[in-house]
């Protein structure tokens, strides 16, 4: 399920030192959906991670920038 996928990105973002700065899921009963991002100061870096449901199947979409 999405939102699980969502978790998941969430708590490894966390270990590998990034800041949480959004975290939203959703269900309209035929599809879900969600997405976390973060940023890490620091190194200077950022992650976005989408995730979608089609059809019994759920994709991920990763944007990372580091600057």
């Given amino acids: 399920a999405p939102k699980d996928v969502v978790a998941f990105y969430e ?5 590998a030192g990034f800041h949480i700065t ?3 899921t959703g269900d309209s009963g035929t599809s ?3 997405l976390v991002s973060g ?3 620091a190194k200077r870096r950022t992650v976005l991670v ?3 449901t089609n059809h ?10 580091q600057k």
């Avoid at 708590?11 to 270990?15: H, W, Y």
């Avoid at 019994?56 to 920038?65: G, I």
């Fill in 39 to 41: 940023d890490d100061t």
């Fill in 50 to 52: 989408t995730v979608g």
């Fill in 11 to 15: 708590r490894e973002l966390k270990q």
């Fill in 22 to 24: 959004a975290t939203v």
């Fill in 56 to 65: 019994q199947s759920t994709t991920v979409s990763v944007t990372y920038s």
């Fill in 32 to 34: 879900a959906g969600g």
